[in-house]
């Protein structure tokens, strides 16, 4: 895993790119590549790539990026994993016609890859990847990111040419970059704590989907293609038997976990205890023949909103004789890692888990692991979470045939009653406009609470939006190709297209990589992804239970205790520590903010604070500081003390439990 950057100027510009333009841009993102980095310059100077490397596959200078083919006519910047670059490159030494200069490189495999397909080579590749791929003979940049979004790829066209990178605070080092909000990215933030693709909160600063890619020409038209959907690669499991079902779970699964073992450098887990990492070390532990190496994190103090799993992930770790290492977090170690946290976030991704995940990939990487198999997935695929099941009784109570004025009195009576803003009036609102009343896994505002919190100028510039307008073209695409259009599928789909790869899996590729630590994500192999979405609603679910077919599939690999233990998300004790120094400390920033800005209503926000409604203020704290450090250019003050101290870390930070 590496960071890539480059700029393309087109036919008509005078812009040429230099190494005193894009060297900056490159090593803004030194973290993401420390072991090697480079650039490659076209002679006309309007075309550059730049590049920080990780080592991971293949650690020789051969294989250092920017890197071309034999006769330079194809150059490219990779972000990622090709996990089956070996099977690839025999098919390709099968096919004769290259010159090979590295002995196991995937990155020269993308290249002869291309060489020989074309773009439809990227069907070949199994993996997570962002790349960009210039053609020398036909001007052609060549834009990809993988099938389902795990790495991260942004862009933006401006001033003649076209930007691009692995993180937008290389854009930014543009002179000529706008810093600005997007109204509309921002709206549809306080739905989903990020912005979907293709928006970002800079006004003028994409991201590119995951599935898809973007071709640019020297006179700068582009064109975008989807080039992956799950529902084009379902084989539906309509009259399979359970058990059959379930085997087919575990191979699979085994299969995408045995191939994120491959690694020229030293490899472990992420270990919660829960269902998902506790499946993920004992398929990793598969055949090792040394312990391997188990992360986890967990809190100081007792809370009421999240309880340690640290005994769980003791108990896994030993039942596959790991050598596991665990630390304790407090309130002092997030306040003095929200600097840290908005640089490394590049836009709000409003999910307090980010801390966390920061703190246990530096415990990894302290202790010489450089990649780290992650849990991310599952819950999405396979029904896990209690509030799903909520959702769709909801959906399921929607279908029933009421009629729709008497729907519609419900409306009018919860407005009467001051519910105007409550959650069951939006979920009744959206079935009465015979909407979903699923929108996401993660909807942090509904739509009339945003109203309420915006300032009246935003909500009269927005007038007439909604957050369903950017899922809209996701429900059609549901809609025309789903085998089965059951609401569990619909679930699944629209999280595999927003939360997850905007959301979940940029919290793991920013956090992780702030640390210099590739994160991997066996529950969301392609191949695995479109099994788990040929198996039939009621099957993933059977008798109400979540994800009842996933525990019927690893049931003799881990302990039943692990199966059958409540549920329990990998959280953050957030509602307690908004009641200390953090609470204090939001109220100062975000009433600092509304003072200065026209966003956000006061006394809506007031009003928010007072009730302590802790998770939606940490929301607005997010956006904050990411406004203050990107777009202002401001230093981030913490609380006095707090930029000096020592962090505070508990006894057992680094312990080490051998079994």
């Not at 490189?105 to 080579?121: K, M, N, P, Q």
């Not at 406009?433 to 909807?443: I, K, N, Q, R, T």
């Not at 066996?522 to 979540?546: C, T, W």
């Amino acid at each position: 895993m590496c960071g890539i950057v480059g700029a393309f100027s087109f036919r008509d510009s005078s812009f040429r790119v230099s190494e005193r333009y894009l060297t900056p841009m490159r090593d803004a993102m030194a973290h993401r590549g420390p072991d090697g980095w480079g650039n490659w310059i076209s002679s006309d100077g309007r075309v550059g790539l730049g590049h920080r490397r990780l080592s991971i596959i293949d650690l020789s200078d051969d294989a250092a990026q920017p890197m071309s083919n034999e006769d330079g006519s194809l150059w490219v910047v990779f972000n990622g994993e090709i996990y089956n670059h070996a099977a690839i490159r025999t098919e390709l030494e099968q096919l004769g016609g290259h010159r090979w200069k590295t002995d196991h490189s995937d990155t020269e495999v993308i290249l002869h890859a291309f060489e020989t397909w074309g773009i439809d080579c990227i069907q070949k590749f199994r993996g997570m990847f962002a790349f960009a791929l210039w053609d020398v003979h036909k001007r052609q940049l060549w834009l990809i990111r993988d099938r389902i979004g795990v790495k991260p790829l942004y862009y933006s066209l401006h001033h003649g040419r076209i930007t691009f990178a692995s993180e937008i605070k290389a854009l930014l080092q543009d002179p000529e970059q706008p810093r600005e909000v997007s109204p509309e990215a921002f709206y549809h933030y306080l739905s989903f704590l990020t912005s979907p693709a293709p928006q970002t909160l800079f006004a003028g600063i994409h991201k590119l989907a995951g599935g898809t890619w973007l071709r640019i020409d020297d006179d700068g038209q582009v064109r975008e293609q989807r080039y992956w959907d799950v529902w084009d690669h379902t084989e539906p499991l309509v009259g399979v038997g359970e058990a059959e079902i379930a085997e087919r779970i575990l191979s699979e699964l085994r299969t995408a976990v045995k191939l994120r073992k491959v690694s020229d450098v030293p490899v472990g887990v992420f270990l919660s205890g829960g269902i998902d990492s506790s499946t993920n070390a004992a398929l990793f532990s598969e055949g090792e023949s040394r312990p391997i190496q188990t992360f986890s994190i967990g809190y100081q103090g007792d809370y009421k909103s999240y309880r340690n799993e640290l005994d769980y992930a003791r108990k896994m770790a030993k039942v596959v004789g790991a050598e596991h290492r665990e630390r304790l977090l407090t309130q002092d170690d997030l306040i003095r890692f929200l600097p840290e946290m908005i640089h490394l976030q590049d836009e709000p991704i409003a999910d307090p888990v980010c801390v966390p995940v920061y703190y246990v990939s530096k415990l990894a990487r302290d202790h010489g692991v450089i990649v780290c198999q992650v849990g991310e997935g599952a819950d999405e695929l396979f029904c896990g979470y209690p509030m799903w099941k909520l959702k769709l009784q909801l959906q399921r109570a929607n279908d029933l045939p009421v009629p729709l004025a008497l729907k519609r009195a419900g409306l009018a009576g919860l407005r009467l009653l001051g519910g105007g803003r409550s959650l069951p009036y939006e979920w009744l609102r959206r079935g009465t406009s015979e909407l979903p009343v699923f929108w996401g896994g993660a909807e942090a505002f509904n739509e009339a609470e945003k109203q309420h919190l915006l300032s009246p100028s935003l909500r009269k510039q927005l007038n007439g939006l909604t957050s369903w307008d950017t899922l809209l073209p996701i429900r059609r695409r549901f809609e025309d190709q789903a085998w089965d259009r059951s609401h569990l599928n619909w679930m699944s789909y629209v999280d595999l297209n927003v939360r997850l790869p905007e959301l979940l899996l940029m919290r793991v590729d920013k956090m992780a990589m702030g640390v210099s630590l590739e994160g991997r994500v066996p529950f969301l192999d392609h191949k695995f992804v479109e099994l788990a979405m040929s198996i039939p609603a009621a099957v993933k679910i059977g008798n109400g239970q979540l994800k009842s077919i996933l525990k019927k599939s690893v049931r003799g690999l881990i302990p039943d205790e692990m199966i059958d233990r409540k549920k329990q998300g990998f959280g953050v004790p957030v509602h307690e520590w908004f009641l200390g120094k953090l609470g204090a400390y939001a109220e100062q920033q975000i009433s600092d903010f509304c003072r200065r800005t026209d966003f956000l209503d006061r006394s809506a926000v007031d009003a928010l604070m007072r009730r302590r409604r802790a998770s939606q203020v940490w929301y607005l704290l997010n956006f904050v500081l990411w406004w203050k450090h990107y777009v202002a250019s401001e230093a981030l003050n913490l609380p006095e003390g707090f930029a000096t101290e020592t962090p505070v870390q508990s006894l057992l930070d680094g312990a080490v439990c051998s079994s």
